[in-house]
């Protein structure tokens, strides 16, 4: 069973054009995160929700928008994609209160070429 | 802003080698949380240390938290080829959820 599901796996397009990434867990949990892999392996937090309300939202173009439609659920919407944004982007789960573990999905390696 | 920093960031060891990595917070800690990502693969939880001074072993993996909850480090023991991967430490300093991480150690190991 899978805990963390993103569609796709890999996302390749150009330069200016308009995408969006699907995230499910089925852990029960409801706080659910975005987070940003470079090229150097750095993982930088971009948003979080917990039960569908924004909590955390870092300093991130706004060319970036979440979506939670329920707390099983979280979408990144990313407008005129550009270079910079090619980078694997995870979705990770978390029980707010516990020990805040975070469950990664397997990723979405986007390429904007 | 809160800063985690981690050193080395590159590691290679032959097996049967120790290895450790360490990491440091610009703030205090309430909790830092540990994740192991293998070759083209996603971070897995590996432990989460609380109080100050803890220290945890998963079998040859010791985790250490700081007294001043502001650093921690990492020691593998008699390394194996399975041990290849990215280590990255994580804190959470207002227990809101949000992790900083370290840039991560990566693991090679030569057999």
């Known amino acids: 069973d899978t805990a963390v599901s993103q569609t796709p796996k890999y996302l390749v397009t150009q330069m200016g054009n308009d995408k969006s990434i699907k995230c499910e867990q089925n852990l029960g949990h409801d706080t659910m995160y975005w987070y940003k892999q470079d090229s150097k392996k750095f993982l930088k937090i971009m948003f979080s929700?917990?039960?569908?309300?924004?909590?955390i939202n870092e300093t991130v173009p706004n060319r970036f928008s979440p979506k939670s439609p329920d707390k099983a659920h979280l979408n990144l919407h990313i407008n005129s994609l550009e270079l910079g944004d090619s980078a694997v982007y995870f979705c990770?789960?978390?029980?707010?209160?516990?020990?805040?573990?975070?469950?990664f999905g397997p990723g979405t390696r986007l390429t904007v070429l | 802003g809160q800063q985690v920093m981690q050193i080395p960031q590159y590691q290679h060891v032959q097996e049967g080698e120790d290895f450790t990595t360490y990491c440091n917070s610009s703030?205090?800690?309430?909790?830092i949380q540990w994740y192991k990502q293998r070759p083209g693969g996603h971070p897995v939880f590996l432990i989460q240390?609380?109080?100050?001074?803890e220290v945890k072993k998963q079998k040859r993996l010791t985790f250490q938290f700081g007294e001043a909850k502001k650093n921690s480090s990492l020691h593998i023991t008699a390394t194996q080829t399975t041990d290849v991967g990215t280590y990255f430490c994580?804190?959470?300093?207002?227990?809101?959820?949000?992790?900083?991480f370290g840039q991560g150690t990566t693991l090679q190991v030569k057999p």
């Open positions: 990770a789960s978390s029980q707010r209160g516990a020990q805040n573990t975070q469950y």
């Open positions: 994580a804190g959470d300093s207002s227990n809101t959820g949000k992790l900083i």
């Open positions: 929700y917990n039960n569908k309300e924004l909590i």
């Open positions: 703030t205090t800690l309430s909790n």
């Open positions: 240390l609380v109080k100050s001074g």
